[in-house]
């Protein structure tokens, strides 16, 4: 009787020599393969079963544009005059802001044959052309597509640029090919559409989670004074204003909000007028509206040392 041993090792170069012999590599090969469909098939059991697709699309509700923290302010006004009869520094400012916002879709010259239009699906506008253009070639209406775009067709809006600035762009552009005349009709109505003499306002912005973090950090500390408050009050000794106050309040805290956001604007006068148009919300007992002016002053101070 023959008895195998089993090899110590397997012999890779013999194998090698005799490819045939790894044939019986493929079972196990088999097995695995198997096996790894098998869990993905289970692991994704929810997909593959509906046969369906798990979602790409994002969901657009829940996309956010953050605000920039930008200070407001009244930018300056526009000078009709210059829009009207625009001066070489006036054009020259116009051609470096050109060169700097749309030269690289419109080209140097205007020709809309710049290189990050050439992917656009409608071209730029060839400045030269004097037909074809969306809103119109009159001053006015290219400042309406600085100030708003044409969005839906690659033209953006401008807006953050100041006014008197884009008429500089639009002088410089009208220097590129022949433009119809600036009249007075259309600086009035551009005037009276968009304030132009009266300079912009522009309010401040705050980015909504810098905004979060601000009222929190301010209910947090308006919060420690008002214990602070509470406690020297509970705690002060029984004065003629003291008894005063304590007849007088109803809701503590009340008073604490109201004293501390009124005083800062206004002063006393201001401060009772406040309370006695709506005692309860300022924290008060309706009785209140009973008393005197030296009464009003007590409490007041009262309030003012309970408070430093
Ligand atoms: C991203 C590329 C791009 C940039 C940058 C760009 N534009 Fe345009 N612009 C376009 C496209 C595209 C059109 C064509 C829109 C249409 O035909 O409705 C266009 C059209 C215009 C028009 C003609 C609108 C009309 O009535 O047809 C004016 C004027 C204009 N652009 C001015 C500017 C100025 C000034 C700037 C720089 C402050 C600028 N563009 C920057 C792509 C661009």
Same mark, same amino acid.
């Given at each position: 009787?023959?008895?195998?041993?089993?090899?110590?090792?397997?012999?890779?170069?013999?194998?090698?020599?005799?490819?045939?012999?790894?044939?019986? /590599?493929?079972?196990?090969?088999?097995?695995?393969?198997?096996?790894?469909?098998?869990?993905?098939?289970?692991?994704?059991?929810?997909?593959?079963?509906?046969?369906?697709?798990?979602?790409?699309?994002?969901?657009?509700?829940? !996309?956010?544009?953050?605000?920039? !923290?930008?200070?407001?302010?009244?930018? &300056?006004?526009?000078?009709?005059?210059?829009?009207?009869?625009?001066?070489?520094?006036?054009?020259?400012?116009?051609?470096?802001?050109?060169?700097?916002?749309?030269?690289?879709?419109?080209?140097?010259?205007? $020709?809309?044959?710049?290189?990050?239009?050439?992917?656009?699906?409608?071209?730029?506008?060839?400045?030269?052309?004097?037909?074809? /253009?969306?809103?119109?070639?009159?001053?006015?209406?290219?400042?309406?597509?600085?100030?708003?775009?044409?969005?839906?067709?690659?033209?953006?809006?401008?807006?953050?640029? %100041?006014?008197?600035?884009?008429?500089?762009?639009?002088?410089?552009?009208?220097?590129?090919? #022949?433009?119809? %005349?600036?009249?007075?009709? #259309?600086?009035?109505?551009?005037?009276?559409?968009?304030?132009?003499? *009266?300079?912009?306002?522009?309010?401040?912005?705050?980015?909504?989670?810098?905004?979060? #973090?601000?009222?929190? #950090?301010?209910?947090?500390?308006?919060?420690?004074?008002?214990?602070?408050?509470?406690?020297?009050?509970?705690?002060? *000794?029984?004065?003629?204003?003291?008894?005063?106050f304590r007849k007088s309040v109803f809701d503590l805290?009340?008073v604490?909000?109201?004293?501390?956001?009124?005083?800062? *604007?206004?002063? &006393?006068?201001?401060?009772?007028?406040?309370?006695?148009?709506? %005692?309860?919300?300022?924290g008060f007992k309706?009785?209140?509206?009973?008393?005197?002016?030296?009464? /009003?002053?007590?409490?007041?101070?009262?309030?003012?040392?309970?408070? $430093?």
């Open positions: 009787m023959i008895t195998k041993k089993p090899e110590d090792e397997i012999k890779f170069r013999e194998l090698l020599k005799n490819p045939a012999r790894l044939f019986g /590599w493929i079972f196990p090969l088999f097995l695995m393969l198997i096996l790894a469909a098998g869990i993905f098939f289970v692991k994704n059991l929810d997909t593959i079963s509906f046969n369906g697709q798990p979602v790409g699309l994002v969901d657009s509700t829940q !996309l956010k544009k953050e605000v920039e !923290l930008k200070k407001g302010g009244v930018s &300056a006004a526009v000078d009709l005059n210059l829009v009207k009869n625009p001066t070489p520094a006036f054009i020259s400012k116009g051609k470096e802001l050109f060169t700097a916002n749309c030269k690289s879709c419109h080209g140097d010259n205007g $020709m809309g044959d710049g290189p990050a239009g050439a992917a656009l699906v409608k071209k730029p506008r060839n400045f030269h052309a004097a037909d074809g /253009w969306t809103n119109g070639r009159n001053i006015d209406q290219m400042f309406k597509t600085l100030k708003e775009g044409i969005i839906k067709n690659g033209m953006a809006a401008y807006e953050y640029i %100041p006014a008197a600035d884009r008429f500089a762009i639009i002088s410089f552009i009208r220097t590129l090919a #022949q433009f119809p %005349p600036v009249t007075d009709d #259309q600086l009035k109505s551009l005037d009276a559409a968009y304030n132009l003499s *009266a300079g912009t306002v522009l309010p401040n912005n705050i980015p909504v989670v810098l905004a979060k #973090q601000k009222l929190v #950090q301010e209910s947090v500390t308006s919060n420690d004074q008002f214990l602070r408050f509470e406690n020297k009050i509970n705690t002060s *000794a029984e004065t003629p204003e003291s008894l005063l805290k009340k604490f909000t109201s004293f501390v956001n009124s005083n800062a *604007a206004g002063g &006393a006068d201001k401060y009772i007028a406040d309370v006695l148009s709506n %005692p309860l919300n300022s309706p009785a209140v509206a009973r008393c005197s002016k030296e009464e /009003w002053k007590k409490i007041i101070d009262y309030i003012k040392t309970a408070l $430093m």
